[in-house]
Every structure is written in structure tokens, then in C-alpha cells.
């Protein structure tokens, strides 16, 4: 399925060595906005209505880094 808006570079491993990196970038920007937002006073619930996940998924992904890294968490 050809998509207009994505360019065939015409080999699949470069396309495929671009999903990666994009799913490392994408989990960074994550990593750091949750981080910020949590250090900002945001709750679990906030901040999964934000992703569009449930409370339990962010808390699971993000809680053990964010306590290593010194963040005060919220209960709600």
C-alpha cells in the first residue's frame, strides 16, 4: 500500500531501520513530557487521559523511572 505522504526510499530495510528509530524517538518525547508533566503536579489519570491509555498502563511504563529519577508522584 503505497501512502502518498511517506516517501519510497525503494528499500525495505531502510524503511524498516526508520520505524525504529521513530518508535526510540517517539518513546523519548514521551519519557520526557510525562516526566514534566508529573514533575508540574500532574496526576496518573491526567496523564493518561493525555496519551490515551488507562491509568494503570502509564503508571506500569513510567513509575519505576520517574521514582529512580526523583519525581514526587501523586496518588491521583
Given amino acids: 500500500m503505497a501512502n502518498p505522504e511517506i516517501p519510497d526510499s525503494g528499500e525495505p530495510a531502510d524503511r ?9 524517538l517517539a518513546d523519548q518525547l ?3 513530557a510525562v516526566e514534566e508533566a ?20 502509564v503508571h506500569k511504563k513510567h513509575a519505576k523511572r520517574l521514582i529512580a529519577a526523583g519525581v514526587s ?4
Fill in 16 to 24: 524498516l531501520a526508520a520505524v525504529v528509530a521513530l518508535r526510540r
Fill in 30 to 32: 514521551e519519557d520526557s
Fill in 38 to 57: 508529573m514533575r508540574a503536579g500532574w496526576g496518573w489519570p491526567q496523564v493518561a487521559e493525555a496519551l490515551g491509555v488507562t491509568r494503570q498502563a
Fill in 73 to 76: 508522584l501523586r496518588r491521583r
